[in-house]
């Protein structure tokens, strides 16, 4: 058995029925040791047991679901918390996100499916944790977790900007447009017909969003495939012409997993830095054994930076971290005007931390 299924789970909710439901849904999952509160008062009482899961209800009767966050994550910053809660307001999906829950389910028939997705993806952090635990001991693998922490808040804060910024901004257009449709026949089709565009643009900006987070959590021995995956999309999307030149005779099975987790991660960091900021029409990405180490390749033809101006952005940050995490250098030629290229090394046997290798 996992030994997360023994571990403290907490479920506050203030209708007996959801407590009684989410209870006997994690039981039939798994889950052995469960504990229900009616009030936040009573799960503030008992959070000396420290649980490592909780799911909390927006609305309690004598706390709201915003302050107790507040509290737990305070005292129990390590526990994974998902609110529940029959508000599907995406703000407040947004802001209970950046206040540091894991996740949000919306009370609509369909939460259990939902918790059973949520947990899963949970129990593959846990995973992670104890394979960093195991590869490089407790010191370096919290070095390594808060790599991964200070990029999920950066993607928090990312995804609630594209929503507030690009989506909600277009369905609002949409439904003025629908709006004025319904004050005039004579506009009506023009209007309609505008608002049946403006939502088209809303869809593909949350499907851009998708691909993006589509590889948070991947299943051992998929990532790869889901690597190719990636890069596949990105051609579709057609935002530049991409050149890729993968030789890997064996097919990846020399690279330990959780290298394959972070090059897919770089790749990915670096894929969104070029979209945002380089205005490229090609960008070619190399994957190739040299010797006993992996040598990982992005060039795009784009606009470049000045080094010394940028050097400590967050997303060049977040790229140097997990590098330095694989015990990896590398190398970064680029200036205004000139593109961009990442030379990333990587031993395949995995060892001590190195000292970062100042980029040039």
């Given amino acids: 058995m996992n030994a997360a299924f023994t571990q403290t ?73 998902v609110v529940i809660s029959g508000q599907q307001d995406m703000e407040v999906a947004v802001e209970m996100l950046n206040r540091g829950a894991f996740d949000y389910i919306v009370k609509n028939g ?33 070095k390594c977790l808060g790599f991964v922490a200070e990029a999920q808040e950066k993607v928090r804060q990312e995804i609630a900007g594209e929503l507030h910024d690009n989506v909600n901004q277009l369905l609002g257009t949409s439904m003025l447009f629908l709006r004025t449709a319904g004050t005039s026949k004579h506009v009506a089709k023009e209007m309609i017909d505008e608002s049946v565009k403006v939502i088209d643009m809303a869809i593909n900006e949350i499907r851009k969003m998708s691909h993006s987070l589509r ?35 064996d097919g990846g099975a020399a690279i330990p997993e959780f290298l394959k987790h972070q090059i897919v991660r770089i790749t990915q960091e670096q894929i969104q830095n070029i979209i945002k900021y380089a205005n490229a029409s090609r960008v070619d990405i190399s994957v190739k054994y040299v010797k006993d180490h992996l040598v990982l390749t992005t060039a795009d033809n784009g606009s470049g930076f000045s080094w010394k101006e940028k050097k400590n952005g967050m997303g060049l940050q977040q790229i140097r971290n997990r590098v330095d995490a694989m015990n990896g250098s590398c190398q970064l030629i680029t200036a205004p005007g000139k593109g961009c290229t990442w030379n990333i090394r990587f031993p395949l046997v995995q060892k001590q931390p190195n000292t970062f290798a100042t980029a040039v």
């Fill in 9 to 81: 789970v907490f479920i506050a909710d203030d209708e007996p029925f959801c407590n009684s439901l989410y209870e006997q849904h994690l039981l039939q999952n798994g889950f052995s040791n469960i504990i229900t509160f009616s009030t936040g008062g009573e799960l503030i009482k008992h959070i000396h047991l420290k649980p490592a899961l909780i799911l909390l209800d927006y609305h309690l009767g004598d706390i709201s679901g915003k302050e107790l966050l507040q509290i737990i994550r305070t005292n129990l910053p390590g526990t994974c918390v």
């Fill in 110 to 142: 369909q939460e259990l499916s939902r918790l059973t997705t949520i947990t899963g993806k949970w129990l593959a952090v846990l995973e992670y944790r104890e394979k960093f635990k195991a590869t490089f001991g407790d010191q370096y693998s919290e």
């Fill in 215 to 249: 590889f948070v959590y991947v299943k051992e021995n998929e990532v790869w495939s889901e690597f190719s995956k990636m890069l596949e999309a990105l051609r579709l999307q057609q935002q530049f012409n991409l050149h890729t030149n993968i030789i890997l005779p």
